[in-house]
């Protein structure tokens, strides 16, 4: 791995109580950076997180990403308490089954699909719009938003889920071409399936090895490896793959 240096950086990670939120939290403060740790409803989670970085100078705050106008004044919170912002990490996200089968009523579908684009899109497109107004201002800075496989093969069962991540695929390249002479960089990575709770229910028995058989190397994503790939895309050498989309999938598929 390229060792990269974040000394005097600061990064805020959304849903970072746990899973790839966590994992990218304490690989950016393991490269030197402060790290602002978000929660939506798992205080104990972002506790647990913020407590297991390494350095100093983190803080925790909370906000329900879905607000997109609560997604703006978290933004704006991590910069004071941070001093500034270097990085902006747009990983939280919800995955509801809402299908189309007719097994939910109209209401229940539309509230949870409604839900789904409120948090995995608009609330990210938010704190974006909020992270640029600082950044150009203190002469750059970078996003990486955390897409998804899903964005490209489709969401069946989650339909909204899969319109929301494509929605912010092109959203991170938009945003790219509007900042990019700000020196402001953004990207998007697009996983598959990763060991996290929210994919869990889903490896489970034969069901869980048909997914892993996805992929030739029959296996899904590590939260560290996507963490990775954040923590690359959000660095000066990945400059100018501004705009890129970055498949984290072991090629279980290519488009």
């Not at 709770?197 to 889903?202: G, I, L, Q, S």
């Not at 997914?211 to 994503?221: E, F, H």
């Amino acid at each position: 791995m390229v060792t990269v240096d974040f000394s005097n950086k600061t990064v805020l990670v959304t849903g970072s109580s746990k899973g790839v939120g966590a994992a990218t939290a304490r690989i950016f403060a393991k490269a030197g950076a402060r790290v602002c740790v978000h929660y939506h409803a798992d205080v104990a989670g972002g506790k647990a997180v913020l407590a297991s970085l390494e350095g100093a100078g983190h803080t925790l705050l909370q906000a329900n990403i879905s607000d997109p106008h609560a997604a703006r004044r978290l933004v704006d919170s991590a910069v004071t308490k941070l001093g500034r912002l270097d990085v902006l990490v747009n990983n939280a996200g919800i995955f509801r089954p809402h299908p189309v089968d007719g097994t939910m009523d109209f209401d229940r579908w539309l509230e949870t699909f409604h839900a789904t684009i409120s948090t995995n899109l608009i609330g990210p497109a938010a704190a974006a719009f909020a992270a640029i107004q600082h950044m150009r201002k203190q002469g750059g800075g970078a996003i990486v938003n955390v897409g998804s496989r899903g964005a490209y093969r489709g969401e069946a069962g989650q339909v909204g889920y899969g319109a929301a991540k494509a929605g912010l695929h092109s959203l991170s390249q938009s945003l790219a071409q509007a900042v990019g002479g700000d020196n402001i960089t953004v990207h998007a990575v697009a996983p598959g399936f990763i060991e996290t709770a929210m994919a869990r229910p889903h490896l489970q028995g034969e069901a869980g090895e048909a997914v892993k058989a996805q992929s030739p190397l029959n296996r899904v994503a590590t939260v560290d490896e996507v963490a990775r790939a954040i923590l690359y895309l959000s660095s000066p050498e990945a400059r100018f793959t501004t705009g890129s989309v970055l498949d984290i999938n072991g090629a279980s598929y290519l488009h």
